[in-house]
């Protein structure tokens, strides 16, 4: 078995939807496990800076990607799929607050300097004389960085990622069967002048169904391997 590249007009925007999906997926992955692993420290005792703000930050830079708009995947050009507002909207208010949040912090504070969370203060260390004026001796810099979430949030955060990661792990597999369809209409030798000499999962001697299904999986995997499909 081989596989080729989605050129059909119909077939190549349901793949570039299925694949905007599977970034979601990917994304909104990521930002649950790194918001469990925020929920996961101390924050009575405060821990490693670096770790937290690295977590925190990441975390909420990749769940605002979810919301924004971008370059889609695929051939027909258009912007990527985002989050469906309809589940936003139905979040609970604790965390639809938390959402809010989250989408001000990696606005405001970790892809833009517009906020007071990040803060410098420089002043003048000045030395009085027993006569004149006084005299300026050096300089003073006072600066702090603060990201963090407030207590819960973190676990919200996750929370709010995996319910919507789950929604898009199925609109991935619905959009999966779309293109599926949709790649079967017609003459199906529209798709061999970009033949690819590459394999996929399967050998000769599976049945057409068992071919489809290891391939249909395949897809899904995607977010974390090497993508040997259509997209």
């Not at 003459?187 to 000769?204: C, H, K």
């Amino acid at each position: 078995m081989q596989s080729v590249q989605v050129l059909d007009e119909s077939a190549s925007r349901l793949s570039g939807e299925l694949g905007d999906l599977l970034s979601l997926h990917q994304d909104l992955t990521f930002v649950r496990e790194t918001a469990s692993r925020v929920a996961q420290l101390d924050l009575t005792n405060p821990p490693d800076p670096v770790l937290l703000r690295a977590l925190w930050g990441s975390a909420v830079v990749a769940y605002r990607r979810c919301f924004t708009s971008g370059r889609g995947h695929g051939r027909v050009k258009r912007t990527r799929l985002k989050v469906p507002l309809e589940l936003v909207e139905a979040l609970e208010p604790k965390l639809y607050e938390t959402h809010k949040m989250a989408l001000d912090t990696a606005h405001q504070h970790a892809a833009h300097r517009v906020s007071d969370f990040s803060q410098v203060s420089i002043s003048l260390l000045m030395e009085n004389l027993p006569s004149g004026p006084p005299r300026i001796i050096g300089i003073g810099i006072l600066s702090a960085f603060l990201l963090g979430p407030e207590p819960g949030q973190a676990t919200n955060l996750a929370t709010i990622a995996g319910r919507f990661e789950a929604t898009t792990a199925e609109q991935c597999g619905q959009k999966q069967a779309e293109l599926l369809a949709a790649a079967n209409q017609g003459d199906t030798t529209r798709f061999l002048p970009s033949l690819r000499a590459q394999a996929v999962p399967g050998t000769d001697s599976e049945s057409e169904d068992d071919s489809r299904q290891h391939y249909a999986d395949g897809a899904v995997k995607a977010t974390n391997t090497d993508r040997k499909s259509v997209v």
